[in-house]
């Protein structure tokens, strides 16, 4: 049984970096897709980045794409999302989200995904 922590937000001033991590028990990381999810304050859920269960393909959205990177460390069990350049419209609470890899390629759509983590809150501000 898959099970996904996140950690590493925090308050950052606009410009500023935080690197969050997803930490995987229960079964192996690499037998999983890992996606990033972030929801503002009002706003649906938005899917902001993902990785194959090896890393061998990774998608962002528009967003984020030139500011953030995704990465894991299928032995240490962690999924890696290092965010630069960052703005106060990437606040919200960012969540991942695995999948058995049954398919061959990541998603950026939420209903794709059958575990989360509890989030954990980014706050871009002065």
């Known amino acids: 049984q898959l099970q996904l922590v996140e950690s590493g937000g925090g308050l950052v001033q606009p410009g500023g970096s935080l690197r969050l991590s997803c930490a995987a028990s229960g079964f192996s990381l690499d037998d999983y897709h890992i996606g990033w999810f972030r929801q503002a304050p009002g706003k649906e859920r938005e899917g902001i980045s993902c990785i194959s269960r090896r890393g061998a393909r990774t998608n962002y959205a528009d967003s984020v794409k030139g500011r953030f990177t995704i990465s894991r460390d299928n032995a240490k069990g962690t999924v890696y999302l290092q965010m630069n350049s960052l703005k106060p419209e990437d606040t919200g609470v960012y969540y991942c989200?695995?999948?058995?890899?049954?398919?061959?390629?990541?998603?950026?759509?939420?209903?794709?995904?059958?575990?989360w983590g509890q989030g954990t809150q980014v706050t871009v501000s002065s």
């Open positions: 989200a695995g999948r058995a890899a049954l398919v061959f390629m990541c998603a950026m759509n939420g209903p794709y995904y059958n575990y």
